[in-house]
């Protein structure tokens, strides 16, 4: 990795002294920022990536308005010379995503400003990504089936057409009251 790294950052390097600074530059990159924190993508992952320090991924020519990075999953921007932003992914991919915002970001850039200042903004904007739910139960009554369908109702509106999770705790020997199928019917507009 640390060789790969290695070529990769002499490439970029060249790349940067290589850009006209009369036309605006964008760095995109499918890659791991050294800052970067990532998600339950990280399970996704097969082997290690090479990661890249801030210094490595910013021009120091200044010809470069803003960095598009992708890979991680989660909406994230970190300050440098120009901004090196994630918007994350577009959609959920498992519950450790639920509650992110998904989108994507929308850059200005004004090739009349003098290079370094030509990005005017840039602006997440949010789509309406498949939804993951988890409804948590603690069934503590004599029937705890009734408790689980009860907390579902409770999250109708969310559970419309999401990815739902239910998670169950009761004492221990009365998993065998939980109806299952039931459950399930409760459950079928996810």
Known sequence: NEAVEEKLSGVLSLAFEGLDRSIPAVLAGHLSHAEAMPGSERRMMVGADPIFLTST???PHGNVEYGAL???????VYESRYPLAYSGS?????????????????????????????????????????????????????????????????RERDIDGAIVRVRVTLPAGRETLLDDLAIRRALVSA
């Not at 990005?119 to 498949?130: I, N, Y």
């Not at 988890?134 to 907390?151: F, G, I, K, M």
């Open 90 to 154: 577009l959609q959920r991919v498992d519950f450790g995503e639920e509650g992110q915002a998904k989108g994507f970001v929308v850059i200005d850039i004004d090739p009349q400003k003098p290079a370094g200042d030509r990005l005017l903004s840039h602006e997440f904007h949010p789509v309406a990504a498949r939804q993951f739910v988890t409804v948590d139960v603690r069934a503590a009554s004599e029937n705890p089936t009734d408790d689980v369908l009860r907390a579902i109702q409770r």
């Open 57 to 59: 991924l910013t021009s």
């Open 70 to 76: 992708g890979h991680i999953h989660q909406r994230q």
